[in-house]
C-alpha cells in the first residue's frame, strides 16, 4: 500500500515554456505533500508543503511564482513550474502520508525535467 | 531538526551485514529516527523508523541506543540492490522530512 505516482517521469521542454508535474497517491487520501527539488550529486531540498484546499507554504528561497503548487483533492498535487529557464533542469519529487503522525512519508519516483 | 552526522561513503561485501551509523546528538524527546534509501534515479524508499525502541521489518533493523544520541541500520544480508545513498533522518510528528548529505552505501560481490 500507500503508493505515490508521479507524471511524466521524463520532460523536456523549451525555455520559456510551462510544465506541469501530477503526484497522485494511489490508494490512500493525502492531506499534506511535500515537492522537492535535487540537483546532481546533491541531496533532496525540500521546496514547498501542499495541504488540501488551501495555499502551498514555500521553503525559504523558493518563488511562489514561478513554482505553483495546487492541491485540489486529497488524491492530488500538482507542481507548475512556469517560464522555464536551463537553471530548472533538475529532479523534482514530490511526497505524501498516508495517516499523518508519526507515519513515514512515502515519495513519488520522480520527475526528471530538461530544460533546453 | 536535529541534524544528524553520516558517514559520506562505505563499502560492504554481499551477504554480510551493513551497519550505517548515525549521530542526532541534538534529538527531541520528540523526533523520531527514519531511515531512507535512495538508488540511482529513483525517489526515496521508505525503510523504517522509530522514536526510542529497537525495531525490525523485512528490510531492516534500527538500533537506537539509550540516550537517543545515535542510531545504527543494520541491513542483514547486504545483497547488489542495496547499493544506494541511505538518508538518516529526525522528525518531529507531522513535520516536514528534511534530507541531510546520506551515507553512500556500495555493496560488492
Known amino acids: 500500500g500507500a503508493v505515490v505516482s508521479q507524471h511524466p517521469s521524463r520532460v523536456i521542454c523549451k525555455s520559456g515554456t510551462s510544465v506541469k508535474i501530477e503526484c497522485r497517491s494511489l490508494?490512500?487520501?493525502?492531506?499534506?505533500m511535500f515537492w522537492y527539488r535535487q540537483f546532481p550529486k546533491q541531496s533532496l531540498m525540500l521546496m514547498a508543503t501542499s495541504n488540501e484546499g488551501s495555499k502551498a507554504t514555500y521553503e525559504q528561497g523558493v518563488e511562489k511564482d514561478k513554482f505553483l503548487i495546487n492541491h485540489a483533492s486529497l488524491t492530488l498535487s500538482t507542481l507548475t513550474v512556469t517560464s522555464a529557464h536551463p537553471e530548472d533542469s533538475s529532479f523534482y519529487i514530490c511526497?505524501?502520508?498516508?495517516?499523518?503522525?508519526?507515519?513515514?512519508?512515502?515519495f513519488g519516483n520522480g520527475t526528471r525535467l530538461t530544460v533546453t | 531538526d536535529a541534524k544528524t552526522t553520516q558517514p559520506p561513503s562505505m563499502d560492504c561485501a554481499e551477504g554480510r551485514a551493513a551497519n550505517l551509523p548515525c549521530n542526532h546528538s541534538?534529538?527531541?524527546?520528540?523526533?523520531?529516527v527514519y531511515w531512507y534509501r535512495q538508488i540511482h534515479s529513483q525517489g526515496p524508499q521508505y525503510i523504517i523508523h522509530g522514536l526510542k525502541n529497537n525495531e525490525t521489518n523485512e528490510m531492516a533493523s534500527l538500533i537506537i541506543t539509550e540516550d537517543r544520541k545515535s542510531s545504527t541500520l543494520i541491513l542483514p544480508h547486504a545483497t547488489l540492490r542495496d547499493t544506494a545513498v541511505y538518508y538518516c533522518i529526525v522528525r518531529v510528528v507531522d513535520y516536514k522530512l528534511s534530507f541531510g548529505a546520506g551515507t553512500t552505501v556500495t555493496v560488492r560481490a
Open positions: 490508494d490512500f487520501q493525502a492531506t499534506t
Open positions: 511526497s505524501a502520508t498516508d495517516r499523518g503522525g508519526n507515519s513515514p512519508l512515502h
Open positions: 541534538t534529538i527531541s524527546g520528540n523526533e523520531y
